[in-house]
């Protein structure tokens, strides 16, 4: 089948549809345009390198609709606090029964039914990262993607509790496709957190292509949760686009739990100097899923820091993919950058690529980068049985102790614990899959 | 309490105890010495369950049971412990998780219920107190960033904590300075009872001035070519191995 089939037979619906895109006309026409010339990305495509876009292609897909929401399924979200501001996503609409505003100091709700005030400021920001570093996905969310989540925090707006995006795949009937393109503004000297989460309510095949704007002006801080757990049959493409102002601080936590294939886009910028930025994860594939983690930080101003840190747990046939690119200019003297990938492999089956790109023109910066690949530490297994510890307890506590250098710095304590819940019964032997499909899994 | 017959074993086909035989009863303290590379870690390893070593003869029976059909956590929530001598840093896992889990899998196999956390806090230190271990241990990972000799406490203190009927040391005084070897001792002579026993594994007769043994043992080329009391370490520490090493190459 030709790219150009494919894309029609996959992508039908998207067409006939009648609603209003998110974008105005001739950005879009621009975007439909650039679709329809640019390729899926396979493994020729340097960046996407190990990228199999199978489990997403395979599939016929319809337009996911706006459905009912029963709030009930909040119930099973231990993390979710009702009295919290709270954006909630269904099939990439925004849902204005499920969604609830609790404070007055900030701006939050659907980004395509932004207020004309707001609308302005989305066109400010949402220009800063236009068609910077566009691939395929990213292109195709810009061309069709319909709605998603706004926040904007004013300055000098400090909160303390979460902020909640909550996105869920919901079927009616048959195979999903999902948009959604999600804007979260911190204004000058802000302080706040965002847990992003992503669950489906259904066992059919769904693609989700997300892509989340973040933008920190001067001296803000925003920490940003992620947590993937869309099920076996989910595919989720996910871009991230960080622009950092300067003094700003941005720690990212991104939970890859399961998913056919998921593909976590972070671009990261650096706009002023003395800002961090700080991008930690954990992945946990099983079967034959597949999880990318593509980093590109660029350091375009001097005394900026980063730090990423990825875990992976990869389980029987799966395989994970890092790509941590980091760019430091011929300007950004005195950039601090630090990567380490540090990969478990728990089958003979698993594998895990990892690719550590530095591209340095400064000459007064620290840079590390470190990769390991391995399996459980046999003699520390040893030690640990030798003292009465059965074989898969020793090894429940390893994996834990493993995964515990990204999951202790989730400094909100609910999602922590909800994490931590989820990690230990994935650790004991249950399927992602009846933890991830929250409809199962009552005790969450 | 353990009967060792005949025992052989080997790693990558190359064999290193070639006819062992032991009997310890309880109450009973036995020292094996020997030469360097002659099988004491080796026999140590066995007594433990490590899969790296094959055994290809004889028998092994710890409290009437076969040894050899038991894998090492069994062999543990039975009432061997193996003091290591290189032992292992586990970064990530706290020591109080770590013995939590080991002291529940033993009250486990015991039939008794898992202590519940003061409980189990307070005898922890009481346990640290008997061993006089005073490093701070909570929110440290086991052995990560531990001195040799805080190393070989915690060993003693995690016997302590388990309180076996079948106590390995294997070489635990190497790397100790004097302070720190009688420390070590101390803990062991604590833990002793009429009814548990202990094999010290040692390169040195130094250890057994603080730890007196009942019998010594010297462990030469894969077998136990002498057996004698505390008199025989003090000859070892005059003679050296070289008188027994010739006597021994005669005979086999």
Known sequence: MTQTNIKEKIFADLYSEQE??????????KSVKLFYKSDIPDNKTENWRKFNSKPIFD??????????????????????????????????????????????????????????KQKEIIEKYLRKTKNKN???????????????????????????????????????????FSQNRNLIIAGKNTSFKVIHTFHSLSSDFSFNNTVTDICLDDDAQAEYYLFEGEGNTAAHVNRININSEKGSSFKSNVITFCG???????????????AEIDLKGIYMPDKEQQVHNFINISHSKPNCRSNQLFKGLIDNKAVSVFTGKVFVARDAQKTDSAQSNQNLLLTDYARAHSRPQLEIYADD???????????????????????????????????????????????????????????????????????????????? | MLSIKDLKAEIDGKEILKGINLDVKPGEVHAIMGPNGSGKSTLASVLAGRDIFKVTGGKIEFKAKNLLNLNPEERSREGIFLAFQYPIEIPGVSITNFMRAAVDEHRKHRGLDPMNASKF????????????????????????????????KNEVFQMAMLEPDLAILDE????????????????????????????????????????????IHVLYNGRIVKTGGRELALELEKYGYDEIKKEADKQF
């Open chain 2, 172 to 215: 635990t005084d190497s790397g100790l300075d004097i302070d720190a070897l009688k420390v070590v001792a101390n803990g062991v002579n604590k833990l002793k009872t009429k009814d548990n026993a202990t094999i010290v594994i040692t390169h040195y007769q130094r250890l057994l001035d603080y730890i007196v043994p009942d019998i």
């Open chain 1, 20 to 29: 209003k895109f998110l974008f105005p006309k001739d950005v879009r026409a």
């Open chain 2, 121 to 152: 806090l307070r005898y922890m230190k009481e346990k640290k107190a008997l061993v006089e271990l005073d490093a701070k241990l909570e929110g440290r990972a086991v052995n990560e960033g531990f001195s040799g000799g805080e190393k070989k």
């Open chain 1, 134 to 176: 566009p691939d395929y996905f990213s292109v195709l969310n810009d061309a069709y993607v319909k709605d998603g989540a706004f926040i904007y925090v004013p300055d000098n707006v400090k909160l303390e509790k979460p902020i909640y995006i909550l996105h869920f795949i919901q079927s009616d009937n048959g195979n999903i």
């Open chain 1, 260 to 274: 056919s294939v998921v593909r976590n886009n972070f671009h990261a910028d650096f706009f002023g100097e003395h």
């Open chain 1, 365 to 444: 910066v620290a840079c590390s980068h470190g990769s390991t690949t391995g399996q459980l530490d046999k003699e520390a297994l040893f030690y640990m049985k030798t003292r009465g510890i059965s074989e898969k307890k020793a090894k429940t506590m390893l994996m834990n102790a493993f995964l515990k250098d990204v999951t202790t710095h989730i400094s909100e304590g609910s999602y922590r614990n909800y994490v931590n819940f989820l990690i230990n019964k994935r650790l004991k032997g249950q399927h992602p899959e009846s933890l991830c499909n929250i409809k199962v899994c009552p005790s969450c």
């Open chain 1, 59 to 116: 599939h016929h897909y319809k337009l996911g609709k706006k459905l009912n929401f029963d709030t009930s399924v909040f119930d099973t979200l231990s993390f979710f606090e009702p009295e919290s501001n709270r954006i909630v996503l269904t099939n990439g609409y925004y849902n204005e029964n499920a969604s609830e505003k609790k404070t007055d100091e900030i701006f939050i709700g659907s980004l395509k039914n932004a207020e004309k």
